[in-house]
């Protein structure tokens, strides 16, 4: 198959080039470095050309309100040019509970983003994916110290980047699903409790506070972001990802 890749510098997206292309596809990796800006609509023509298939695991450039006219610009260049070029499948990158969060300006601009696509004129598939085990650091940097890390008790569900790009070459590989798959990690944890596991792996001696006001998180609710019944759950456990960072 030829398949583009949006985003394909990115965390996921470099990782998703070199699956498909490790197994035997023809991959068109597009980027702002590589001549393609979805917000202007520049270059998408000619790396969709001929495409089975693209992938679209682009982020915003800021979690604000901003990122709903993002998603909202880059994902009606992206479905008009698609569907000019004669591509079969749009898939995007989306996440687990996005839908349920409306408090969050960035979660509100991704359920757009899942509308639009559910909208267009192109089968679809939309792989929702739990938090990654690589953003744990960012996570805690937002509300850090030099002695201590606050974090919320919000239940989450982590999944290794690399086990995400998995289910994303597959359903791109696949038939459209006209719908969602989520995908997530083996095991439910709270944040806070994931961030005290985080420093003692790393022999960090900062204390973890639970505080339910601090980061992003904190306007979380319940259970939202854990992956629903008939979810692809990935193998690799936190702890064991961990010790191979080492």
Avoid: C
């Amino acid at each position: 198959m030829k398949i583009t890749v949006i985003g394909a510098t990115g965390l996921i997206g470099s990782q998703l080039v070199t699956r498909l292309g490790a197994a035997g596809h023809e991959v068109v990796p597009a980027s702002l470095s590589s001549g393609v800006d979805l917000l202007s609509g520049a270059g998408l023509d000619g790396v969709l050309t001929g495409a089975d298939a693209v992938v679209n695991v682009t982020n915003s450039p800021t979690f604000d309100e901003a990122s709903l006219d993002f998603f909202r610009v880059t994902s009606g260049n992206l479905l008009s040019a698609g569907e000019h070029a004669g591509v079969r499948h749009q898939v995007v990158l989306s996440i687990v509970g996005v839908d349920r969060v409306p408090q969050l300006d960035y979660y509100r601009a991704k359920t757009l983003q899942e509308d639009l696509l559910k909208r267009g004129a192109t089968p679809y598939s939309i792989v929702r994916a739990t938090q990654f085990f690589e953003f744990m650091d960012a996570v805690m940097s937002w509300t850090a110290d030099e002695s201590t890390v606050r974090l919320p008790a919000t239940p989450v569900q982590p999944v290794a980047a690399a086990e995400v790009v998995e289910a994303l070459a597959d359903v791109a590989t696949g038939q459209p699903l006209n719908g969602t798959l989520e995908v997530a990690g083996p095991d439910v944890l709270p944040l806070d409790e994931l961030g005290r596991r985080t420093l003692a792996a790393r022999k960090d001696d900062r204390a973890v506070v639970t505080d339910a006001t601090a980061g992003m998180f904190a306007a979380v609710e319940g259970d939202v972001l854990i992956a629903s019944p008939g979810a692809r759950l990935a193998p690799t456990r936190y702890e064991d990802w961990l010790g191979a960072q080492r």
